[in-house]
């Protein structure tokens, strides 16, 4: 250790530090009392402590010394700043500086601290506060680390030696500006011979030529980062590099094999698949993308290969139809090629190959075929019955060749206007046709095989009516026609024009002119314009409608057509009164009304006759519809929580106009009698008890539903739909007998009912049909 006195003018600091060039310098002026003088310049030194130190003593890092200081103990030292009295420690006497901790440069590299001479007794500065720095030496204590790591890279497949994968960096934290320590060397510790590494600049470059990513196409490579130039005792760190081989058109594509053979069915529809082809390629993505073609053969207009997108086989599809009976096997060609060829590894071959495919139609039973899916037919609606119209023709396409036979569907023809042979496939009229009805007839014809009845073909027919002239002319529309009274000879009244139904090729024309019988009248003629129009005038004034309401005009109107065809329509014209313009006012209706004498009263009168009348229909009709009112209650009606009370005791079993008991007893008489049963009332008789007994003969059931049957059947008000019809007829028989009180005179009784007398009048209708006489015999009266 160099000791370095730093002197000053009157008085000054002394440091004591390690050998290292001086790095700054401090002044300051001192001021005598008799004489004043420049102060001297004086340099001092940083103070240095290592990093990382182990001893078990303070390290003793520098000393600080006034030449006020005579060695008699009247001045002690200060220290102030970064890491004093924690870090830092100053004797206050000799002015030794000691570190009392470990420190680490890469936390801080310096610590800058102020120093001072004070007077013991007083305290007072002896010296002005001096600043110092006290750096922090590196040592070699920090590996070299990827901070990026680990890395992936990727590199195409046969790239040249040396092209550059990835650029790897490390870092170390050590100081780069003191010795080594921060200086580092690359090296690779796994993936060669495939790959190296600049020992300098961390660039990751191939070094074996033609890697093929078929072969493999990951490699995992480690490179080491070395501090210390590498040499020994450096620190090192280590990273890893995937390094993943991409894919290059370096592989030709080519067929699994080198000839294929395929079946179809000959029923197959166009833009049908009917063959795949594997082809391999030992690349991937768009280096895979195949082409296909067809070079050769004998379907070179019938089919089309084309690449799938999703697995690039190739796709055979089917451009027409197939015919076993014309043709049972094609040969094709086939060749396949990559769509993206890269250039620099054409001299591995071609990218392209070949292969034959051969492929067999299947026959099937197909349905006839016509020669014309769809025809066109004429027929004149003159035609009679019987007439031919056409002929169509159908053959069976396979080789079995078998006989057709034709039908038409009638589903296109249900009024049945045509026939067809069925043997020779002639259309003919079966029915009077008329085109004004209906002008073109859409006929479906069925042709099937008589060998094979499934097998059907099917055709359509377009038959068009042609006109003929059968309808005459008639007015266009109706007129209404009227007549002012104040009309002038010569005025014209109306102007009517005429409708055909037929339809001639050359157009409409019509004729106009009266009738023989109407030729001669003197209050009318009739103009033709030419023009399918014609004029009605008058042919003298002075019309009233006291004389005339109502003219009619008989008008003949005739075609153009051959034969011509006429007919007479009349028009009727009305005499009006007219206000001035010619508008009619009140025309012959009310004004005969008027003549006749009918007031307006009168005709009020009539008017609430008639209404009178008509109430009093309505009143009946609603009388009677309420007399026939089903005994049953309306399903709708809510009867709920309804009471319905009663005071009619009836006549017991003596009333008989009530309803006939006999048609509940016994079913003979109501077949004799012949009469209908109420079908407005539904019988329900529920079962309240089981009986053991014996069931009744089903046959008297069976002839009863029989012969409501037939009832139904020719009943003219039933519904023309299928009806539930219930019957409460438990049979002409029982095993339990009757029932009935009134047998009881016939039976023999224990019971006593005499007591009955004495009950009052309100029973002597029961005692006196219950009750014995002196003899002992049942009466009654």
Known sequence: ITILRLSMGCSGLSFNSVPLPPVGTYQRSCEGGAHHRQRRSWV??????????????????????????????????????????????????????????????EEQAYYTLRAQARNRENNLPVEPES?????????????????????SARVPEMSPVGTSVVTV???????????????????????????????????VKTALPNMDREARDQYLLVIQAKDMVGQMGGLSGTTSVMVTLTDVNDNPPHFSRKSYQFSMSESLPVASVVAK??????????????????????????????????????????????????????????????????????????????????????????????????????????????TTIGTVSAHDP????????????????????????????????????????NAIHNVTIFAMESLHPLQVGKCI?????????????????????YLCESARPGQ????????????????????????????GNLNFTLRDNKDNTASVLTMRGGFQRHDQTMYRLPVLIMDG????????????????????????????????????????????????????????????????????????????????????????????????????????????????????????????????FLSSRPPPDNGIFRDFIWDRLKEADVDASAPPYDSLQTYAFEGSGSAAESLSSLDSLSTDSEQNYDYLSDWGPRFKKLADLYGHSDDGNLFAS
């Open 44 to 105: 001092w030194n940083q103070f240095f402590v290592l990093e990382e130190y182990t001893g078990d003593e303070p390290l003793y890092v520098g000393k600080l010394h006034s030449d006020v200081d005579k060695g008699e103990g009247q001045v002690k030292y200060v220290l102030n700043g970064q890491g004093a009295t924690s870090i830092f420690t100053i004797d206050e006497n000799t002015g030794d500086i000691h570190a009392t901790k470990r420190l680490d440069r």
């Open 131 to 151: 600043e110092f720095v006290i750096k922090v030496q590196d040592i070699n204590d920090n590996e070299p680390k990827f901070l990026n790591g680990p890395y």
């Open 169 to 203: 960096v490390a870092t170390d934290a050590d100081d780069p500006t003191y010795g080594n320590s921060a200086r580092v060397i690359y090296s690779i510790l796994e993936g060669q011979p495939y790959f190296s590494v600049e020992p300098k600049t961390g660039v």
């Open 277 to 386: 082809i594997k082809t391999l390629d030992s690349d991937v993505g768009p280096n895979a993308e195949m082409e296909y073609r067809i070079v050769d053969g004998d379907g070179l207009g019938l089919f089309r290969i084309t690449p799938d997108r999703d697995t690039q086989e190739g796709l055979i599809t089917l451009q027409k139809g197939l015919d076993f009976e014309t043709k049972s096997s094609y040969t094709l060609r086939v060749e396949v090629s990559n769509r993206n060829i890269d250039l620099r590894f054409l001299s591995l071959g071609p990218f392209s190959d070949t292969a034959t495919v051969r492929l067999i139609v299947e026959n099937v039973d197909e349905p006839p075929v016509f020669s014309l899916p769809l025809s066109k037919m004429l027929i004149s609606e003159a035609a009679k019955v019987g």
């Open 398 to 437: 396979d080789s079995t060749n078998s006989p057709i036979r034709y039908s038409i569907d009638r589903n296109t023809d249900l009024e049945r206007f045509f026939n067809i042979d069925a043997t020779t496939g002639v259309i003919s009229t079966a029915k009077p046709l008329d085109r004004e009805v």
């Open 461 to 481: 027919i377009l038959i068009t009516v042609t006109d003929i002239n059968d309808n005459a002319p008639v007015f266009a529309i109706e007129y209404e026609t």
């Open 492 to 519: 014209v009244i109306e102007t009517i024009s005429a409708m055909d139904r037929d339809e001639p090729q050359s157009g409409h024309r019509f004729f106009f002119s009266l009738t023989a019988e109407a030729a």
């Open 561 to 688: 057509g051959s034969p011509a065809l006429s007919s007479t329509n009349t028009l009727s014209i009305r005499v009006c009164d007219c206000d001035p313009d010619g508008a009619p006012q009140s025309c012959g209706s009310e004004a005969s009304m008027l003549s006749a004498g009918l007031s307006t009263g009168a005709l009020i009168a009539i008017l609430a006759c008639i209404l009178t009348l008509l109430v009093l229909v309505l009143l009946i009709v609603t009388m009677r519809r309420r007399k026939k009112e089903p005994l049953i209650l309306d399903e709708e009606r809510d009867v709920r929580e309804n009471i319905v009370r009663y005071d009619d005791e009836g006549g017991g079993e003596e009333d008989t106009e009530a309803f006939d008991m006999v048609a509940l007893r016994n079913l003979k008489l109501v077949r004799e009698s012949g009469g209908k049963t109420r079908r407005d009332v539904t019988p329900e008789v529920p079962s309240l």
